[in-house]
């Protein structure tokens, strides 16, 4: 059994013991993959708003 350990030296919970293992890791990545596509949202709405707006209010 592998245990991690934290920088404090206390012992982190042993994942290969969990059996919901294959759960977290699933929600973690899917979690991951939300972030990602919002944040490329986020940023493609950044773009489109500075586009529209023009150079114009960059000088302000």
Do not use: Y
């Not at 030296?9 to 294959?22: I, Y």
């Not at 986020?42 to 707006?53: C, F, P």
Request: net charge positive; with cysteine; aromatic share 6%.
């Amino acid at each position: 059994m592998e245990s991690a350990k934290f920088p404090s030296g206390r012992q982190r919970f042993c994942l290969t013991a969990n059996p919901f293992k294959d759960e977290i890791e699933s929600l973690d990545h899917r979690l991951e993959t939300q972030l990602r596509e919002q944040t490329r949202k986020q940023v493609w709405s950044t773009q489109m708003k500075k586009v529209i707006r023009g150079p114009t209010d960059l000088a302000k």
